[in-house]
Every structure is written in C-alpha cells, then in structure tokens.
C-alpha cells in the first residue's frame, strides 16, 4: 500500500459547525503532515507530527484541532470555521521527519465553508 | 531567505516539444529539491527529486538540472505530451528548519495536440 488516503473527498459546513478530516497511511511513515491549498496557490503547511507527536504548528488558528491518534492515522478537527478556510486541506506523510525524501502526498479534502 | 521562486506562471507548449520551468532559491540550508506535478482535484504527486551534490538527474522524460553555485534549479519535460498539462510545483526543504518543504508558486502548463 503507497497511498494517502484522506476522506471526506468534499465536505461542505456552516460556520457553527464541527467536523474531522481523517487522513490514514499504512507505508509505516512516522511524519504525518496538515498542508491548507487555495486555488491556484501552492501547499502551505500547518503541522507536523512526528512519532505521533505535534512536531510543527505553523500558527494555526485554534479553530483547527489536529491529532494523531497512533502511526497510521490522523485527524483534523475542525470547529467555528470562516468561510476564508474553505480550501482544499492536504494530508502527507514521510518516512522520518528528517529525511529529505519520500513525502507521499492524498488527494485532499475540498472543503467549504458557507 | 525560504523563498522559492518559480517562473514562469504559464506555460503553453506544443506537442512534442521540450517544456521547461525554472526556479530559484537563497536559502543555502537547503538540502533536497523535488518537483510536484498537481491533476485538478488531486494532491501533489513527486515526479522526479535532486540532491544539491548532483547536478543532474534524469527519469523517463522528465530531467532535474541543478546549479548549485548559482542556487538554481530546472525542469525540463522533453517530448511534452497532452497528459502532461497539469500545475508543476518545485520546492525546497531545509534540514534547518524541521525539514519543511518551501514551494514555489507552481507553473500551469497546457501542452496542446
């Protein structure tokens, strides 16, 4: 198994809202990585974890929750969205943290926010 | 000093013919340079990836050059196909700064039959 698997494939939520993104990998990668894409923009990265634990925030509004319950799984929570993070929500994982290769990206979550 | 910079924006090209995107960077704790090639609705999926004590490395159509004292660094897609239009990102990870990868603003690229 190579992939990155990320679902929901499209979620669509009011502001007041709260729901999880789930992003799971079985290629035994310890960094799992929350990247936040706009149109035609590049990945921007939000956290990191390594060995299950958050490594990087890049100051993200608390709004989003990340977590990484054990090796293969991770999760975003997210709660009292602007319609500003609409946005397609990337998930990646990689062998080590701190090797420079094998950086597995899913195909994303495209989520709206009304 | 983390930015990468892609060029050009867009990109049209015939079938056939050789596509090229350059980028470059300042940051010289950078350490690994892969491109991204991006489907509409897709993550980013690695196409080809170089290290900065190699100058060049080639897989199938697809060809990294690397100049590493002019901090540079291209891709060149020879026999450009159809399939091939897609968003092409490069970027840079520094071992400085908890390997984070630094994109480049992508480049849109239409091969047209």
């Known amino acids: 198994d190579t992939e990155v698997t990320q679902t929901p494939k499209h979620l669509v939520m009011g502001m007041t809202n709260k729901k999880s993104l789930k992003c799971e990998q079985h290629?035994?990668?310890?960094?799992m990585y929350w990247y936040k894409q706009k149109a035609k923009k590049p990945p921007e990265l939000m956290f990191v974890?390594?060995?299950?634990?958050?490594?990087i925030n890049e100051s993200v509004p608390s709004r989003f929750s990340p977590e990484c319950p054990n090796s293969s799984l991770l999760n975003l929570h997210l709660h009292a969205l602007q319609p500003e993070d609409s946005a397609l929500y990337l998930c990646?994982?990689?062998?080590?943290?701190?090797?420079?290769?094998?950086?597995?990206f899913g195909s994303g979550t495209r989520l709206t926010v009304v | 000093q983390q930015q990468v910079k892609q060029s050009p924006q867009s990109l049209i090209v015939q079938k056939g013919g050789i596509s090229i995107i350059n980028c470059a960077y300042e940051n010289t704790a950078f350490d690994y340079f892969p491109w991204y090639q991006q489907f509409p609705g897709k993550g980013p999926a690695l196409l080809i990836a170089?290290?900065?004590?190699?100058s060049e490395k080639k897989e199938g159509r697809f060809t990294i050059s690397f100049n590493k004292s002019a901090k540079q660094f291209s891709l060149h897609i020879m026999d450009s196909q159809p399939g091939d239009s897609a968003t092409y990102f490069c970027?840079?990870?520094?071992?400085?700064?908890?390997?984070?990868?630094?994109f480049g603003e992508g480049t849109q690229l239409t091969v047209n039959p």
């Open positions: 170089i290290r900065p004590d190699v």
């Open positions: 974890y390594s060995y299950e634990k958050l490594s």
């Open positions: 970027a840079a990870r520094s071992r400085t700064s908890g390997s984070r990868l630094t």
């Open positions: 290629m035994g990668h310890r960094a």
């Open positions: 990646a994982s990689s062998r080590r943290q701190w090797l420079p290769y094998g950086y597995t």
